[in-house]
Each structure stands twice: as structure tokens, then as C-alpha cells.
């Protein structure tokens, strides 16, 4: 198959050589990527194209030839059947009749009553039941089912996106500050937010004054000097990680990268789903090394720019509820320490990777829109436009 993806490209009067495609063949059989069409869409262009001007033409044959494909197991490789996929060999396909038959638990009070209580009854494993905690079936409790509102326990992956809660520890990824930068306008938009000023020693020859001076003084030579030219804004970044925002862990891989070259005065900090009472500066540990909220309101004054990423794609009740947080009980709902945060940088805004179209079909992005007094923006290069604008303006 890679050859004839090869012989596609050649035909296309991209400049790729045999000993390129060796190389990309090499990296398949290393397994390099595995399983994802848009890993492997950067790795073959990365070894196959070596001019940036030849990457719309790429991106032709690729959609050509590989449309339709999303799973690169069944395209490229000829191995077993990837593990995971066999634990959920019993999980339902469910049409839209059976879920629409399947009727929520009714709200969050009755939904964790009637958890405590199944947790105290149940004695063994259960599947594909309507009422046990167990896997494959329509309980509100369990993994690999379907159930339009309930706890999703020992689940590996995101699934169908709406679980309450989620009763697992999950691992998640730092943003890479290193990434290229595709899309080279996210760092000219970012520039809106600069603000120069001439500080500290004075280091920098001040060439038209030197000029100047010496003139004045018949040619004597009258070197001046003067402080560098810095950027002086503040940014605090605070960076939604994990579930639904693994979907978007590209783009704001390049707003990272791009804000760590733009802004020598840049902090940042990571949170899930919503603001709770402590976040996290390294992924690897945020079980062990977090930072109270109180703490990073009491650091930060107001004079620093403030950008929230996320997606804001949760259960309402994550927002509004004591206990709603799907990874630990929170003893103050999330609504409380936005407004907390906002009362100490009332001007910040938020980034939304999701479209824009989008927002009005998902209440919590709505409540989350609304107690940033509509200050959110896609995450796109209009919307950090408009967003910056607005931060400058501040």
C-alpha cells in the first residue's frame, strides 16, 4: 500500500526519492506511529517532503488516497488485534432508539445516592445489566455502555463523553513548549499583547544619539548608551488538560509554544475540566506537586494578563455543584473559584479550541461563556484577534 502512496505522490511532481521512502518505510517498521492517520500524516510528509511550498499538494494525494481511512491499523499493518480492543470485545453497539429508551438517573443528589447504595450491595462483577456496577450494559454506573448520565468507573479511555464522574486515575501529558509552529499567525496575533519599554542598565548603544552627540562636539566621538528594548507585559496562562481536550492537544501545543517565544514574563498552570481549589504545574505529578488556588491568586497581582484554554465541555454539574469535579470531591463548587480569580483579574479571557458553531448546543460552555461576561473566543487566529484586542484594551 505505501508504495502506491509513493508512486501517487511521484505522480503529483513532488520531489520524493526512493531513499526518503526507505526512510519512511524504516519508521513504520519501527512502529514510530501506530494506529492514528494524523501521526502518520506528519510523519510521511516530514520524510517524504523536504519544501514547505510542495505541502498543499501533499495534502491532496493524502486526502485522495487515504480518505475514509481513520484507523491505520487496517491500512498499514498486518500485526494482531491491539489488546484494548479485545477488553471491550463484549461491549453493546447501541442505536439512537436504545439510547433514547434509556432514561437518566435523575440529577446529581439522587445519582450519588443511588451509587453509595449499590456500592454497599453489590458483591461480585456484573455485565451487561441494567442496574450493577459492571461493564457493557445501560447502568449509570460502570464502563463500555451507554447511559446518558452516570459514573463512569475503571474506564481507560473517553468513550461517549458523558460521564458525571469519573472514578479513575488518569495520567495526562504537559503541552510541549518546543512544537513548530504551523500556523505562524498565532504568533503575530500574540503580539498584540506586547508593550515595550526601555529598562534596566544601560547596555544597548544608542546609535542616533552617539551620532548626534558627536556631531555636537566637532567629531570628538560621544558614545551613548541606553537600556534594552523589552516586553514588558505579564501573562498567566491557565491550560484545561486531558478528556475532551486530547482533541485539541495540537493547537494548543502551538499557542504554548508560540507564547513561550512571544513573552519573557509568562507562568502558566494546568487544570482539568474546571477551576477547583488547586492545579498543577507538571502533568507527570500532579498527584503529588499541586498548587492551592489561593495560592496562585495571592502571587499574581492584577496588572498580569490572564488566558484561559480549554473547551469548557464537562457536565454543568462539574461547574455549579459541590462534589462535581469528576476526578476528586471538591468541597466548593467550581463556579466559586472562577468568580474567585475573576475578582482578581476581572479583564482575563478564554480560548476555546471548539467551534464556535458549537457553543449554544453545550451548557456548560454556555454558564462558562456567561461568568466570563462573554469574554470567551475561539481559538483561532480571529478569535485570539478579538480576544487580544480586548486583553490590550485592559
Known amino acids: ?222 558614545i551613548v548608551m541606553r537600556p534594552e528594548r523589552r516586553n514588558r507585559v505579564k501573562v498567566l496562562m491557565f491550560f484545561d488538560v486531558g478528556g475532551s481536550m486530547d482533541d485539541h492537544i495540537r493547537v494548543c501545543e502551538e499557542l504554548f509554544s508560540a507564547a513561550r517565544t512571544e513573552f519573557k514574563h509568562l507562568e502558566y498552570y494546568y487544570f482539568h475540566n474546571f477551576t477547583y481549589e488547586f492545579m498543577w504545574r507538571d502533568n507527570r505529578r500532579r498527584h503529588e506537586q499541586r498548587t492551592p488556588t489561593w495560592d496562585v491568586i495571592n502571587t499574581y497581582p492584577a496588572d498580569y494578563k490572564v488566558i484561559f484554554v480549554g473547551d469548557a465541555f464537562m457536565s454543568p454539574y462539574e461547574i455549579t455543584y459541590k462534589g462535581g469535579s469528576v476526578e476528586h470531591w471538591n468541597e466548593e463548587p467550581g463556579l466559586l473559584w472562577a468568580q474567585r480569580m475573576l475578582d482578581q483579574w476581572p479583564n482575563a479571557i478564554w480560548l476555546n479550541p471548539r467551534p464556535e458553531t458549537r457553543w449554544e448546543h453545550t451548557p456548560s460552555t454556555m454558564i462558562v461563556k456567561e461568568v466570563m461576561a462573554n469574554r470567551m473566543f475561539p481559538l483561532s487566529i480571529d478569535g485570539l484577534d478579538r480576544g487580544l484586542r480586548l486583553l490590550t484594551a485592559a
Open 1 to 222: 500500500m505505501l508504495i502506491n502512496f509513493f508512486f501517487d505522490v511521484k505522480k503529483a511532481k513532488i520531489p520524493a526519492t526512493i531513499r526518503e521512502f526507505l526512510m519512511l518505510v524504516e519508521a513504520m517498521d519501527k512502529r514510530l506511529v501506530m494506529y492514528n492517520i494524523d501521526d502518520f500524516y506528519y510523519l510521511s510528509r516530514a520524510a517524504l517532503v523536504k519544501d514547505e511550498k510542495y505541502f498543499d499538494r501533499y495534502d491532496r494525494v493524502f486526502g485522495a488516497f487515504f480518505k475514509g481511512i481513520e484507523d491505520m491499523t487496517t491500512a498499514l499493518f498486518d500485526g494482531d488485534i491491539p489488546e484494548e480492543w479485545l477488553l471491550l470485545q463484549a461491549e453493546k453497539l447501541f442505536s439512537e432508539e436504545d439510547k433514547a429508551a434509556i432514561e437518566a438517573m435523575g440529577g446529581w443528589e439522587k445519582l450519588m445516592q443511588e451509587l453509595r447504595k449499590r456500592l454497599e450491595e453489590q458483591k461480585e462483577r456484573h455485565q451487561g445489566g441494567n442496574r450493577w456496577i459492571g461493564t457493557a450494559g445501560t447502568s449509570p454506573f460502570g464502563t463500555g455502555g451507554y447511559n446518558p448520565e452516570g459514573v463512569a468507573i475503571g474506564q481507560r479511555r473517553r468513550r461517549q463523553g458523558r460521564a458525571l464522574k469519573v472514578w479513575d486515575r488518569r495520567d495526562y501529558k504537559n503541552y510541549d513548549d518546543n512544537v513548530q509552529i504551523g500556523i505562524r499567525n498565532i504568533q503575530l496575533a500574540l503580539r498584540r499583547l506586547r508593550e515595550f519599554a526601555r529598562v534596566g542598565e544601560d547596555d544597548e548603544l544608542d546609535l542616533d544619539e552617539t551620532i548626534r552627540n558627536t556631531a555636537h562636539n566637532a567629531g570628538l566621538l560621544d
